[in-house]
């Protein structure tokens, strides 16, 4: 009965595909908890709220941080909704551009998707680079841990990056089939680190513990900016960790990234919309329980902000637990979050690239459509081209830091656009489209929409913003 009911489940997923003007080319092999883990190891929260923690230091320090994480989450639930709401009517690879093209009345429905299209896919290619470049650059704190006195050069930094992108594209290539099991065994990772940092930390304080009043209210803005935007600066890390998966804004880019995985998904239309729903409020929690120990137990401020590297995740661990052996093994468990997300990143966008190709929106899309006969169901062509593209920004790094550390913002800003263009096109339309959505918001989707949008829309200015002024040449985005 359960195979009958599984085949029925596949024949249902192909015939809707082929309704969407698409042949099944995939094999069909992750059901919620694979597609919801690939989303969270995507979203990467401990990696992407430690790694980037100066930033938010500067914008406030305790409150921003942990106050400034619930409300980018809410707002963000408000997106993951959309989202999964439109994902639920057209569960197709193309993702993004494909729902604008189906939402958008028929004299811009072609302008509109290339756009969408384009921003998706600039936005996939740039996120995945700030994950993979942010990993190696962990990798430096963690050796800066041991090795205080190393000062990094670019090319050090960017080798290092070779070696993440590498990895994270070797399992991809070679190892695409036990995927699945690597998000699971992600989550278990990222479970357990939880747990083990919430324990060292709590136990160990070796620089002292703060009150609650500090630890949950402490607001010392050092960005130069008012206080008021101070804090919404030093919601950059939390933000951009919502928009991934290498800060806050970052993790929640993710929400979208996993639809470019719906043609490998068993019953897209009801598992991929859970998925995405459930990311944030799971991360939320997950990320609340990783900063309170952080905020408890935190070290002088002004002593993290110094240090020379400008990653003070291992300094941090180190004072805390009062030894390299502490502060290096707590650091162990972020880098292993981070590998985890690069290698699910850099799934995610090879999957983006081939649906975009698929669709001939790309020079040479002969070349990148194919999937391969020999690597069961990789787009191997698709993937070097993600990587390469990768590989080539990362270039920029070796002459300018200031221009590579744009990316970030530009990965969220292209990110964002794009999953906010097809849910206003459908506000605007009267909702009319998703009203038969198997994942319906019901008379609140006018407002849920609208909250996604206008959150899309000052994130996208927040970005553009330095972090500190007055700005200088390291500090300007």
């Known amino acids: ?100 093209y189906r939402l958008a009345p028929p004299r811009y429905k072609l302008i509109f998707s290339w756009i969408d299209g384009w921003l998706n896919l600039v936005g996939n290619w740039t996120i995945t680079l700030s994950v ?20 990094v050069t670019p090319w050090q930094t960017y080798v290092i990056f070779l070696g993440v992108t590498a990895i994270s594209c070797g399992f991809c290539l070679f190892f695409n089939k036990y995927l699945p099991s690597i998000d699971i065994a992600c989550a278990c990772w990222t479970a357990l680190g939880i747990i083990v940092i919430l324990i060292c930390l709590s136990s160990k304080a070796a620089v002292g513990r703060h009150s609650a009043s500090f630890a949950l209210g402490g607001f010392e803005p050092a960005s130069g900016w008012t206080p008021g935007w101070s804090f919404f600066i030093g919601l950059l890390p939390v933000s951009d960790s919502l928009f991934r998966v290498s800060d806050k804004n970052e993790i929640h880019a993710s929400l979208a990234i996993v639809t470019s995985m719906a043609e490998e998904v068993h019953n897209p ?37 110094q240090v020379s590297t400008g990653q003070p995740m291992g300094v941090m661990f180190t004072l805390i637990m009062g030894s390299n052996a502490g502060g290096f093994g707590l650091w162990f468990i972020i880098f292993g979050v981070g590998m985890f997300c690069a290698i699910s990143i850099s799934c995610a966008a090879s999957r983006a690239t081939w649906a975009f190709a698929r669709d001939k929106a790309i020079p040479f899309y002969g070349y990148f459509s194919p999937i391969s006969t020999r690597f069961t169901d990789v787009p191997v062509n698709a993937l070097l081209l993600s990587t390469t593209i990768q590989l080539l920004l990362g270039l920029i790094y070796l002459g300018s830091s200031t221009a590579f550390n744009a990316f970030s913002g530009v990965a969220v800003m292209c990110l964002g656009a794009s999953y906010a263009l097809p849910v206003a096109i459908s506000v605007v339309g009267g909702r009319n489209e998703v009203a038969d959505a198997p994942f319906g918001l019901g008379r609140s989707g006018v407002i849920v929409n609208a909250i996604a949008v206008l959150w899309i829309l000052f994130a996208i200015v927040l970005f553009s913003m330095p972090a500190v002024v007055p700005p200088t040449q390291v500090t300007m985005s």
């Open 1 to 100: 009965m359960a195979s009958k009911d599984t085949f029925d489940m596949e024949l249902a997923a192909r015939q809707g595909l082929e309704k969407l003007g698409y042949t099944q080319e995939m094999t069909r092999t992750r059901g919620l908890f694979h597609i919801l883990f690939m989303t969270l190891a995507i979203m990467a929260v401990p990696y992407g709220l430690a790694a980037p923690i100066a930033t938010s230091l500067v914008g406030g320090g305790p409150a921003v941080m942990l106050w400034g994480w619930i409300l980018v989450s809410l707002l963000t639930q408000m997106l993951a909704l959309s989202l999964a709401e439109i994902c639920s009517k057209y569960p197709t690879s193309a993702g993004a551009y494909y729902w604008c």
């Open 132 to 151: 993979t470049f942010g990993t190696a650059q962990l990798i430096v704190a963690g050796a800066a841990i041991y090795a205080p006195d190393w000062i």
């Open 269 to 305: 239309s009801h598992i991929l919309p859970r998925a995405i729903s459930y990311s944030v409020p799971i991360g939320t929690v997950s990320g609340v329980v990783l900063l309170l120990p952080i905020l408890f137990t935190l070290p002088d401020i002004n002593t993290l902000l």
